[in-house]
């Protein structure tokens, strides 16, 4: 049998030991044993089935019983790598077997606080085993919302706030009400509608994040602050993961203090998009799970993303503004854009965001057009051609995705105003063209928001290279000679009825399908939309 692909010559031993209602030492020691050859083990061999499922019942027969905390932490490290495997957790998926492990997990106890730095790392252990049991087994769910897990793990958060040495807790607490809500329905509904699991979700976040207000709904900001720890860094990606799905229905917003929970939590993502992680990857990790959280606020809470520029040096201004959080956005999306790949869940989300941030908040939105469509000077190339973030949301417009090309065209639409005519300025007819006929603005026109009347000013170079733009393309093009110049009529007469020919070929053979554009602005069939012209040129000449 291969390393990584089996339990180990430690399970037989294990279980004997467990088995054999021996001293609590020798079976620590088996357990340990197992535990160390298997701790990377994901999986197992069929052959053991058996035996695997005997020993989760042994481990827990041993758990319900008081044994000291070092053989109780062997225990559930054996029960947590056991609990990968799904096939052996129907012994341990009883009423039962989930108490004594919420019974270990200090899950049970309302009132007692966490006082007892030695229980710590048995409190883990059977946080994990949870995880692990609840993450694979249906049962574990439907047993979940029976036992009240969710209250009793709002309760244990609880009682880590202010508390030293409780990192591990925390954080596998988070990750357990992460996997109850994205798992189970009603125990999603619970968390925010009985257990304020918003706002007991949000404090921990703020709590994980070292947050320090200065005002309501502003934070202070310490640029010589050091990154988070890798575990504080956990602890908020949890917390941010299990807030993300609490809050997914969150854009109807009625009251003022739901509106109010809104922006202080708006306010605490501002926060975190402002601070590093240990790493690179973790900061681009907490980063992601801020964004996917952003995309739940309101966009009338989103205000708060942006806040009256202190005199710092080190502030990124826009009228007075400070706009750091929404130069974060726009370096991850660019970011994002540079990877090339799976584009549709790790760019959509902060395209779909920048996009109502835009729509909603016109200095948000002048910023950013400041930065991806600034005035044009060069046309000399294709809108999609070059490396500026303008050019790499163009070539996102024809992109094969169907959804990622909607949305990085709308972001693009909506930062001009939704103007058609603003639009083709920056990208061309031929990349618009999908977002217009999706649109019905083929014709021209403007989309439904509304936006401010400021208008934009056209450059010198941009104003003497117009008359040569071709406004397909969108680039700057040399006149070319005409082919027709030298022809005789009869000839040109000819090479028209021989296109037309061709084109009436192509139609009868169902190859093509000639369209026109309906005086609505959307596509139709050549002959319906000619007709409704005519329809149309009719009823008009009629009132008259």
């Known amino acids: 049998m291969e390393r990584g692909e089996g339990p180990g010559a430690g399970l037989g031993a294990a279980l004997e030991a467990a088995q054999g209602r021996g001293a609590a030492e020798a079976v620590e020691r088996a357990l340990a044993r197992y535990n160390e050859e298997n701790r990377a083990i994901f999986r197992f061999d069929p052959a053991d089935e058996d035996k695997r499922k005997k020993l989760c019942e042994e481990i827990l027969n041993i758990l319900e019983k008081d044994t000291k905390t070092s053989c109780q932490v062997a225990c559930l490290e054996a029960l947590r790598i056991l609990s990968r495997d799904k096939t052996v957790l129907v012994p341990v998926t009883t009423k039962r077997n989930m108490q004594i492990l919420m019974r270990l997990a200090k899950l049970d106890t309302v009132e007692d606080p966490l006082e007892k730095v030695s229980e710590f790392p048995v409190i883990v252990e059977a946080l994990k085993c949870l995880c692990n049991i609840v993450f694979n087994s249906a049962v574990a769910q439907k047993l979940s919302l029976e036992l009240n897990l969710a209250a009793m793990l709002c309760n244990l958060l609880k009682k880590c706030k202010d508390q030293q040495l409780v990192g591990d807790i925390k954080c596998f607490d988070l990750r357990l009400l992460f996997l109850l809500s994205l798992l189970h329905t009603d125990i999603r509904s619970q968390l925010r509608q009985e257990l304020q699991g918003v706002q007991i979700l949000t404090e921990a976040l703020e709590s994980s994040l070292n947050v320090r207000w200065t005002e309501e709904y502003k934070a202070a900001e310490d640029h010589d602050r050091p990154p988070l720890s890798l575990q504080e860094t956990d602890c908020a990606i949890e917390a941010l993961k299990a807030l993300f799905n609490v809050t997914l229905d969150s854009w109807n917003v009625h009251s003022k203090n739901e509106s109010h929970q809104f922006r202080y939590m708006a306010a605490i993502l501002r926060h975190c998009l402002l601070t590093m992680g240990p790493t690179e990857d973790k900061t681009e990790e907490l980063h992601s799970n801020a964004i996917n959280l952003l995309s739940n606020v309101p ?246």
């Open 299 to 544: 966009v009338s809470c989103l205000d708060v993303l942006i806040s009256p520029s202190s005199q710092e040096e080190t502030d990124i201004k826009y009228n007075g503004m400070n706009m750091g959080a929404i130069q974060i956005l726009l370096d991850f999306m660019e970011k994002r854009i540079d990877k090339g790949s799976s584009y549709r869940e790790g760019l959509t989300p902060v395209l779909s965001l920048l996009t109502e941030c835009c729509r909603t908040h016109r200095n948000i939105r002048k910023f950013i057009k400041a930065q991806v469509l600034p005035p044009l000077r060069d046309v000399s190339n294709r809108p999609e051609v070059g490396t500026t973030v303008r050019n790499k949301l163009v070539r996102l417009m024809t992109h094969v995705d169907l959804g990622v090309k909607q949305i990085a065209a709308e972001f693009l639409f909506v930062l001009c105003k939704e103007r058609v005519d603003s639009l083709l300025k920056y990208t061309g007819y031929g990349n618009a063209a999908g977002l217009l006929a999706a649109r019905g603005l083929l014709a021209g026109g403007r989309g439904d928001h509304w936006y401010s009347d400021d208008e934009d000013t056209d450059t010198e170079e941009y104003k003497s290279a117009k008359p040569n733009i071709n406004l397909i393309t969108g680039h700057l093009e040399e006149p070319m000679p005409n082919p027709m110049d030298e022809m005789t009529e009869e000839q040109k007469e000819y090479e028209a009825m021989k296109l037309v020919n061709m084109f009436d070929k192509l139609s009868r053979d169902e190859l093509i399908k000639p369209m026109g554009v309906r005086p609505d602005g959307t596509m139709a069939p050549l002959e319906e939309a000619v007709s409704q012209y005519h329809t149309n040129k009719q009823d008009s000449s009629d009132s008259d």
